[in-house]
């Protein structure tokens, strides 16, 4: 082997080595730093969206896709570091202070950039309804054609129980070019029967269908599989009632009304209990005539 | 292997600068010939290697921003592709740019190309057009990228495709105006200054709105004509960030992309007489 070869397999093991060193090193040094609390953690924004959209130079739209990826990843994080079954609508207790900044610096550096509104419609409400109103205010303004942003903006009205600025918001909306036919008898449905079934199911359908988003139509999804249980079990109850008619007592197992959901093709497992939307067994309070989701197996949401 | 080659190219550019002599139309011919060279030389400084580098940040992209950007993978992409075809087009204009003139005189190539009967502006044009073609490539294949990279993520034609190509032609504008200010630079100052007074340009080029609200906001008339001038008299750079909409389907108005087209050339034969002024100026006995 002469010298030069030598030399390149030494220098080549140097770079191998000491890199795999200092990626050793880089694992270790993580270990020593101090443990943080997750949920107390929380990382600050590099700059404010005015400055954001002046120091972007020509790449604000890339920078918008930074801000909105980094949203994305912020509810992430804190999803993961949360415990239990969290609703895409209702994240007030993770301390999201950073959400509507974020979602605010992504919509001025691309105030075309729909999504972000539509999330923030979303999921700000529970953390802090005004600047859910504010951020879809600033999206209609510079959307003045996006329906969808109305739509949006009627939801958070219609979850506030603001049933008349609801039915308005979907009115204005039903006037923009292109808007569906829906947002014209959303306006007239929310008007009669605001905080109705049938209203909820209606907005959660219409979320469903238009969103791009697949965290949304998740959510949306799962709000309708609740409406769906809270009929089943509005249904069940009425079982329960023509038995109790029938009998003079409450069923103290699902057993007992077999025949019944048979007849009626409610679906069931093999103990007879009635199925929920999410394929789990429903529980039944022995001789109360009443019926609850089983929350260890169910993925219908609870509230 | 390079210096021979670069020996050879030269030989052949002054050749070309020889027949030019019989020719008709020996101007255009000279700068025509030393474009090619400067092309030629920019691919033999692998140049356009930073396109493999883009190659892999789309592909990299195109397979991982879905995960990341909830769905808005299309978005992202041509965002990501235009602006990486913007800060590309921008270091190339910049660095080989300023180094167009600079290394012919380090080399004293530019002896040899002196003593033949090419004018200094010929020169200079022809090195500017040279590097206009290296970004004309560049551009485009990056478009072909971005595209591809659509084609890719919407799993077949997608809608955007076509209206990237506008906003395409206005970075490539962009990049002209660009490379014209670095040679104007490097044609009676150091590369390293060059550089800095280009990216500079670069940058205060993009806040020209703001200048024009500064001027509009402040109190004292001379510093109100101050950043009125300064408005007018750098290039408007903002005018060609069309990234953005085209990301949402948006393509520019024919009349704005003649407008700002028009612009960059009037800008451009401004910048480069002025570099032909300072640089047939300039003392290489």
């Known amino acids: 082997m002469n010298n030069e070869r030598l030399k390149s397999i030494t220098l080549g093991l140097i770079v191998v080595v000491g890199m795999s060193c200092a990626a050793l090193l880089v694992r270790w040094t993580d270990t020593l730093r101090p443990p943080v609390d997750p949920n107390a953690m929380d990382e600050s924004l590099y700059l404010n969206d005015k400055t954001a959209r002046r120091m972007s130079l020509g790449f604000n739209g890339l920078a918008a896709d930074w801000y909105w990826m980094r949203s994305l990843q912020y509810v992430g994080k804190k999803l993961i570091n949360s415990t239990g079954d969290i609703s895409l609508d209702d994240l007030s207790g993770l301390n999201m202070k950073l959400l509507a900044p974020l979602l605010d610096t992504a919509t001025t550096l691309d105030p075309e950039f729909i999504e972000p509104y539509e999330y923030g419609a979303v999921v700000l409400p529970a953390i802090d309804v005004q600047q859910a109103i504010r951020l879809t205010e600033k999206g209609i303004k510079a959307n003045p054609n996006a329906w969808r942003l109305y739509h949006h903006l009627g939801y958070i009205y219609w979850r506030q129980g603001q049933y008349q600025l609801a039915s308005e918001t979907y009115a204005r909306g039903a006037q923009v070019p292109g808007a569906p036919a829906w947002m014209e008898a959303m306006t007239a449905k929310i008007q009669s029967e605001g905080g109705s079934r049938s209203t909820a199911r209606e907005i959660y359908a219409r979320m469903y269908e238009q969103s791009t988003d697949d965290q949304v139509r998740r959510m949306a999804s799962k709000h309708l599989m609740r409406l769906d249980s809270l009929d089943q079990q509005d249904g069940l109850r009425k079982v329960f009632a023509a038995y109790q008619a029938r009998t003079g007592r409450c069923p103290d197992s699902w057993r007992e009304l077999g025949p019944i959901f048979r007849a009626v093709g409610i679906p069931m497992d093999q103990a007879a209990a009635p199925l929920d939307p999410s394929g789990a067994p429903y529980l039944l309070k022995a001789g109360a005539c009443e019926v609850e989701l089983d929350r260890k197996t169910t993925k219908v949401p609870l509230k | ?285």
Not at chain 2, 85 to 92: K, W
Not at chain 2, 269 to 285: E, G, H, Q
Request: aromatic content about 12%; proline content about 3%.
């Open chain 2, 1 to 285: 292997m390079d210096a021979q080659l670069r020996t050879l190219d030269t030989a052949q550019a002054t050749t070309h600068y020889e027949k030019s002599k019989l020719g008709g139309s020996g101007s255009l011919w000279r700068m025509s010939a030393i474009a090619r060279n400067a092309f030629r030389e920019a691919v033999r400084d692998r140049v356009l290697y930073n396109l493999v580098l883009f190659v892999l940040l789309l592909t990299a992209a195109s397979i991982f921003i879905g995960e990341l950007s909830g769905g808005q993978e299309r978005k992202v992409i041509v965002d990501l592709g235009l602006s990486a075809m913007l800060l590309f087009g921008m270091f190339i204009a910049i660095f080989v740019g300023v180094g167009l003139v600079y290394k012919e005189i380090e080399r004293r190539t530019i002896y040899a190309v002196f003593s033949k009967p090419v004018g200094r502006g010929e020169f200079l044009v022809g090195k500017y057009l040279g590097l206009c073609l290296t970004l004309l490539v560049n551009v485009l294949v990056m478009g072909v990228g971005v595209s591809v990279a659509l084609l890719y993520v919407s799993r077949g034609w997608d809608p955007l495709i076509p209206t990237i190509w506008p906003a395409v032609l206005l970075i490539y504008l962009e990049l002209m105006l660009l490379t014209a200010v670095a040679l104007l630079f490097s044609s009676f100052s150091s590369p390293a200054l060059s550089a800095l007074l280009t990216f500079l340009t670069f940058v205060i080029g993009h806040f020209s709105a703001d200048l024009k609200t500064l001027a509009v906001s402040l109190g004292s008339t001379g510093a109100r004509l101050f950043f009125t001038a300064l408005y007018y008299l750098l290039p408007n750079l903002s005018n060609y960030s069309f990234i953005t909409p085209a990301a949402h389907g948006r393509t520019p108005a024919a009349g704005f992309v003649f407008a700002t087209a028009f612009y960059a050339f009037v800008y451009i034969a401004v910048i480069l007489a002025a570099a032909t002024l300072i640089f047939s100026r300039r003392n290489f006995k």
